[in-house]
Nanobody
Framework: QVQLVESGGGLVQPGGSLRLSCAASGSTPSMYAFGWYRQAPGKQRELVAGISVAGITNYADSVKARFTISRDNAKNTLNLQMNSLKPEDTAVYYC????????????WGQGTQVTVSS
């Protein structure tokens, strides 16, 4: 089993920055993709940013040029640097790990709240 623990959420004013982190532990596969998802009240969970086994990144259009995803394979950690935050970024942010090995199981963290408000 894989455990994911997020940290770094909180309350920030519009235009501010936050850095989220996720640490993977347990039976972590040797190759896996990482991702950040978010879910706002009354909305479906959506992909914010992902980073593949090879380090290729992808972002939701709404966060491009503002958010940066990165990973440290030696430490099994994932980060999300969020700049120029907007009220619409308010959500619970979840870390996701998807194994590169069939049947490609995925794991979720417990989520961390990000609130952007003045």
């Amino acid at each position: 089993q894989v455990q994911l623990v997020e940290s770094g959420g909180g309350l920030v004013q519009p235009g501010g920055s936050l850095r989220l982190s996720c640490a993977a532990s347990g039976s972590t596969p040797s190759m896996y993709a990482f991702g950040w998802y978010r879910q706002a009240p009354g909305k479906q969970r959506e992909l914010v940013a992902g980073i593949s086994v090879a380090g290729i990144t992808n972002y939701a259009d709404s966060v491009k040029a503002r958010f940066t995803i990165s990973r440290d394979n030696a430490k099994n950690t994932l980060n999300l640097q969020m700049n120029s935050l907007k009220p619409e970024d308010t959500a619970v942010y979840y870390c996701n790990l998807r194994s590169a090995y069939f049947p490609y199981p995925q794991y979720w963290g417990q989520g961390t709240q990000v609130t952007v408000s003045s």
